[in-house]
């Protein structure tokens, strides 16, 4: 059934695990079918049965086999349809924003991929992460236990403040809530803010699970158009008038999707607009740690006053440890505590202690000023070869993540996104960021953007942009 090498420097384990695998791939083990027993194949390939007790464990963890009381393993029996194919289903598929979030996470039909929204791994430091599991396994033996506090880990609380102190916004304790990375912290500030059918005013484009959370909320979603300064001080006015909302949720700086940020002026704007119409900010500031430029928030301009704010650690330590936070008025955080126990007790304290130990280990600065010095460049570099491949750029922010940018004469980009994905390349089509209709433009991840096959189908693009191909 198996060839195995004892000799062979690789386990017997993973050499069980990986022929078991090789035998379903290859359909010689059929879903479905019983395969032999521990012993039974203990003694067929010679090995102890204690080799195959982990062999097989690990295949159910895997999700290779089932395990069944009494009657022993079997392979999985997936029906068929469950998993498409790439290949015969790319054009029928529709690029909304759950089926875009789902492909960046579980697909592998892409080897080229600006769409992604992250700092890539490899520009993280995983040898801070890799220390601390380190430092924190020696030090926590106690942590398999317990729930932790419902406001998070008390010195990485502690840390915020002093992180927050130097962005001039000065906070207490029992002003910071711990949540799990930014996404959760909006999905617990939309339930604080929002009852069904009030109005919430949001960056348009921007971003778009935000959207689709506050949407879920069942609030009235009302875009505000954006300039290469930040949002149209007119139109935001003009909006806030008619439609009374209860909060605008923005992101001022290196914003997702166009990469632009507010002005000095459009920030103050925004504030006098805020008090005069009686509406809250939510201010997402995920990208703080990656700006070169030290511009002040809406939260230290406005001390917490009308600003609620959070950000997370996912673009400057990890996106996989998941903790952000929220900043606000000690009420709006005790209640918004209340929010987070009722819909799950508490955040993961054991991630909130690794990013302690990272931020205490003292090499974060350094690290981060090498972040936004290659990002910088990349940048700069993403920016003139879109250019040269015919690209018109909506903002150049010098610093972060994202490009926006369009190919001329086309007014939808989702069929070039298309065309991408059959050539290996992921895209973020436009629209995936908008309240409402189509988007000629696409956002690029400057980080994960230097394929010269990249410019190659966007030069192709937009030679010819009404057959994009």
Known sequence: MLTLEPRNQVPLVTQIVEGLKRLIAERRLRPGSKIP????????????????????????????????????????????????????????????????????????????????????????????????????????????????????????????????????????????????????????????????????????????????NLRARGAQVVGVPWTAGGPDLQALEDLARTHKPRAFFTNPRLHNPTGASYSSGTAHRVLQLADRH?????????????????????????????????????????????????????DAIEDITQIKMTTGLTSPETTERLVYEILNEGRQRKHLKGLQERLASAQEATVRQLEDAGLEVFAESGSGLFVWARVPGIEDSSQICYDALESGILLAPGHLFMTQGSSPWIRFNSAFSDPPELYRFLASVAASPESPR
């Open 37 to 212: 027993s521990i012993r039974q194949l203990a003694e067929q390939e010679g090995v102890s049965v204690s080799t195959v007790v982990e062999a097989y464990d690990r295949l159910v963890a895997e999700g290779y086999l089932v395990a069944r009381q009494n009657s022993g393993f079997f392979v999985r029996a997936t029906p068929r349809g469950l998993y498409r194919e790439e290949s015969q289903s790319l054009r029928n598929i529709r690029f909304d924003p759950l089926w875009f979030v789902r492909q960046i996470w579980e697909s592998s039909s892409a080897d080229i991929t600006p769409g992604y929204g992250w700092v890539p791994d490899a520009w993280l430091d995983g040898d801070a992460i890799r220390r601390a599991l380190r430092n924190l396994s020696n030090k926590a033996p106690h942590l398999a236990t317990g729930y932790g506090s419902p406001k998070g880990f008390v010195p990485l609380r502690m840390k915020v403040c002093d992180l927050l102190a130097e962005r001039e916004i000065p906070v207490a304790q029992d002003q910071v809530l711990l949540t799990t990375g930014a996404s959760h912290a909006i999905e617990l500030v939309s339930q604080y803010l929002l009852r069904p059918g009030d109005v919430a005013l949001v960056d348009e484009p921007g971003y778009s699970v935000m959207i689709s």
């Open 278 to 330: 009686d509406f809250f900010i939510v201010e997402d500031d995920v990208c703080a740690e990656l700006d070169i430029e030290k511009r002040p928030s809406l939260a230290c301009l406005d001390q917490l006053n009308r600003v609620i704010y959070l950000t997370s650690f996912s673009k400057s330590v990890s996106p996989r440890l998941r903790v952000g936070y929220i900043a606000a008025h000690p």
